[in-house]
């Protein structure tokens, strides 16, 4: 199985506002980068969704190591919140339901494909690739 690290982050002008996604993924000496964005949206949604297309990029099962500055995303995964929000039929410790349960599902199936390693980064603190994929991520957002 081959390895790729992928490195994402999500930006938002407002929460919720518009919102930029960006991604490097990282084979070998191989980089490519992803973006993309919405106009109304928040920042939780955009950096589920650079894991989600960074992920979807991937044309095979893969051992992924994936790192973000996202709490939020590294949490409900290395924490098991999302075992738990499916056990608990999208429900949160509190009773209320879990957001983004739409970007939720559609990760699901990709973390069954790949082996995925989720690895927590300080944001805005000098790491290359989270820096870049700031960069990505609030480039395409200014587009609109």
């Not at 924490?79 to 559609?106: E, F, Y």
């Not at 603190?125 to 989270?130: A, S």
Request: aromatic residues 10%; glycine residues 8%.
């Amino acid at each position: 199985m081959k390895h790729v690290d992928i490195y994402t982050d999500g930006a938002c002008s407002g929460n919720p506002g518009k919102g930029g996604w960006g991604a490097v993924l990282v084979y070998g000496k191989t980089e490519k980068e992803l973006c993309g964005g919405e106009e109304q949206t928040t920042n939780n949604r955009m950096e589920l969704t650079a894991v989600i297309k960074a992920l979807e990029a991937l044309k095979e099962p893969c051992s992924v190591t994936l790192t973000t500055d996202s709490k939020y995303v590294c949490d409900a995964i290395n924490q098991h919140w999302l075992d738990s929000w499916i056990k608990n039929n999208w429900r949160k410790a509190d009773k209320k339901p879990v957001l983004n349960i739409d970007l939720w599902q559609q990760l699901l199936p990709l973390l069954d494909t790949h082996e995925v390693t989720f690895v927590w980064v300080k944001g805005h603190n000098g790491h290359k690739y989270n820096e870049r994929c700031d960069e990505l991520a609030v480039n395409f957002y200014l587009t609109f």
